[in-house]
T-cell receptor, first 111, second 113 residues
Framework: RKEVEQDPGPFNVPEGATVAFNCTYS??????FFWYRQDCRKEPKLLMS???SGNEDGRFTAQLNRASQYISLLIRDSKLSDSATYLC????????????FGRGTSLIVHP | DTEVTQTPKHLVMGMTNKKSLKCEQH?????MYWYKQKAKKPPELMFV???????INESVPSRFSPECPNSSLLNLHLHALQPEDSALYLC????????????FGPGTRLTVT
């Protein structure tokens, strides 16, 4: 089993739809979790940190489920500009500098 | 300001050339990183500097040589590269602790001919 797994997609949704991605991790001691967005041929940009209590920023909601070892990202009212690859990033416990990236989930929002 | 800058944006080099990639941040971050990213793959960690000292080298070939002249600057010196080293090279920085949010620069797209 890979350390961090994501469904590569693509998820093809119409504008205005709600879409959710999950990211599972294998190390139960993992302590820091993030979602990044990466546009084609651009750098990853931090989208959200994922806290134990969840995190919401406008149309975006991130949740952590420690019992089942996954994080999720929910996007409401999808916009064309949300089309991108969404990468989850997991850090193991102990302040390790070595993040584990998921392969990314591709989202395509169409008119 | 969460800006990390990188130069050059694009670089084409022959296998016998020596070149350097540069990265700069002015956020007061104490950890800086080099990543390599191939198409349709996630970034792969190469090096981590913490407080200007190399703390992690992910078994990177010696033809890649990192340097951290000061807390704001990070260089990656390239020598005798192979065509398979062609990739997007990303620099990132984070506040201090290794599990903080990382902020990425725009990257240098390297082509080795």
């Amino acid at each position: 089993r890979k350390e961090v797994e994501q469904d590569p997609g693509p998820f093809n949704v119409p504008e205005g739809a709600t879409v959710a991605f999950n990211c599972t991790y294998s190390n139960s001691a993992s302590q820091s979790f993030f979602w990044y967005r990466q546009d084609c041929r651009k750098e990853p940009k931090l989208l959200m940190s994922v806290y134990s209590s969840g995190n919401e920023d406008g149309r975006f909601t991130a949740q952590l489920n420690r019992a089942s070892q996954y994080i999720s990202l929910l996007i409401r009212d999808s916009k064309l500009s949300d089309s991108a690859t969404y990468l989850c990033v997991v850090f193991p416990a102990g302040g390790s500098y070595i993040p584990t990236f998921g392969r990314g989930t591709s989202l395509i929002v169409h008119p | 300001d969460t800006e990390v800058t990188q130069t050059p944006k694009h670089l084409v080099m022959g296998m016998t050339n020596k070149k350097s990639l540069k990265c700069e941040q002015h956020m007061g971050h104490r950890a800086m990183y080099w990543y390599k990213q191939k198409a349709k793959k996630p970034p792969e960690l190469m090096f981590v500097y913490s407080y200007e000292k190399l703390s992690i080298n992910e078994s990177v070939p010696s033809r890649f040589s990192p340097e951290c002249p000061n807390s704001s600057l990070l260089n990656l010196h390239l020598h005798a590269l192979q065509p398979e080293d062609s990739a997007l090279y990303l620099c990132a920085s984070s506040q201090e602790d290794g599990s903080d949010e990382q902020y990425f620069g725009p990257g240098t797209r390297l082509t080795v001919t």
